[in-house]
């Protein structure tokens, strides 16, 4: 690995979300020296393409393939599985999961979070709509922006799109996390992915974190989180370079 290049910080939104969901934490990044790409993932009113959990990680290997350099994986809930699944590109130098499903081969992200109770954007807040799993509005400004500036909780509340049942449902079958350095950011105020859920995830990494936020904070507190990357990625890089 040569360490003369700051890596691309690629960051991946959750279910229901787009790139848009990572622009303040891009921008930070950004105004670091950190060049970012804010990935779209395949879905209903978003990107083309195949919108199961197997087109996704296609999606993200084709991405990946495309950045030259080394590369920091960042995923944000649900795209924490396919950073499971997928994460071990050949460029792929840390991982960072941002209250993501940090998953174990046979686990999906439906198995995860129904498993304990206390969710409010688990099996019985969401619809099915033929193929598709939507979230109310109102469900996900409690459930993913609470802390948020009501203004921007509804603005993110609004441009949520549809999801494929699939993404939920889908079973991993490898750990790339096992495979890189990867750290979890625990966030402590979350009412989708409960804190003992995460805390669950984040102690099979041996690296973690918390913030006192909502389910969201790349909206919430960018700054906070564009410093977890950042740090994260310096110390795998230092360490690197010294070895």
Same mark, same amino acid.
Request: hydrophobic share 40%; with cysteine.
């Given at each position: 690995m040569t360490t003369d290049r700051v890596p691309t910080v690629v960051l991946v939104h959750g279910m229901w979300h787009g %790139?848009?969901?990572w622009e303040r934490v891009a921008a930070l990044l950004e =105004?670091?020296?950190h060049p970012c790409v804010r990935v779209t993932l395949p879905g209903a009113d978003r990107a083309p393409g195949d919108p199961t959990f197997r %087109?996704?990680?296609?999606h993200l290997v084709r991405v990946l393939a495309g950045v030259p350099g080394d590369v920091v994986l960042v995923g944000h809930s649900?795209?924490? =599985?396919?950073?499971?699944?997928v994460g071990a590109a050949p460029n792929v130098r840390a991982m960072v999961f941002v209250s993501a499903f940090c998953l174990e081969a046979g686990e999906s992200v439906a198995s995860v979070n129904d498993a304990v109770a206390g969710s409010q954007a688990g099996r019985d807040d969401i619809r099915r709509v033929g193929d598709n799993l939507v979230i109310d509005p109102e469900t996900a400004r409690h459930a993913f922006y609470h802390d948020c500036p009501p203004a921007d909780a =509804?603005? =993110?509340?609004a441009r949520l799109t549809p999801e494929h049942a699939?993404?939920?449902?889908a079973v991993v079958t490898r750990a790339a996390w096992r495979e890189v350095p990867s750290h979890f950011v625990v966030c402590t105020l979350d009412r989708a992915c409960t804190p003992d859920v995460q805390r669950m995830m984040a102690a099979r990494l041996g690296s973690?974190?918390?913030?006192e936020s909502s389910h969201s904070p790349m909206l919430s507190m960018p700054d906070a989180v564009a410093r977890e990357i950042v740090e994260?990625?310096?110390r795998h890089r230092a360490s690197v370079g010294a070895s």
């Open positions: %790139g848009w969901a =105004a670091q020296g %087109g996704h990680c296609d649900y795209s924490g =599985a396919l950073l499971t699944e =509804a603005d =993110a509340a699939d993404a939920r449902e973690s974190s918390e913030l994260f990625a310096s």
